[in-house]
């Protein structure tokens, strides 16, 4: 199994993308609470020209409370994160943590329930763009 989600969208621009993934995000009850431009980071940090590349950092406080009741250093886990990038083809592409996989090194059966739970949630993220 892959340690990610993903899909790729045609005829669609970044921004159009991201707005739908934000949105698509909130119908799952994640909020994005950090965005990282990773094209202007490179750029203005190590002047490196980088395709258009967004981190956004999604938290469904809900779910999290659950995975931090079960374990107190589940944190370092938290946020899901969800990758908007330009492809070299100019296509946009959409990917997302596997929580499955991203939580078998402290695999528990509370913590499995809630990953198969965070996976439902952004696969249905991925099948509605």
Do not use: W
Request: charged share 25%.
């Amino acid at each position: 199994m892959e340690f990610y989600l993903a899909k790729t969208l045609n005829d669609t621009s970044f921004e159009t993308a991201l707005d739908k993934v934000t949105s698509a995000l909130k119908d799952q009850g994640f909020g994005v609470i950090t965005e990282i431009d990773v094209k202007d980071t490179l750029k203005k940090k190590i002047d490196v020209d980088f395709r258009k590349y967004k981190i956004l950092g999604a938290c469904n406080p809900a779910l999290a409370h659950q995975a931090l009741e079960s374990n107190d250093k589940i944190g370092i886990m938290l946020p899901c994160n969800v990758v908007v990038q330009e492809t070299p083809e100019g296509k946009i592409e959409v990917s997302t943590v596997n929580p499955m996989e991203a939580m078998k090194p402290v695999a528990t059966p509370e913590l499995e329930k809630f990953a198969g739970e965070v996976t439902q949630h952004l696969q249905s993220v991925l099948d509605v763009l």
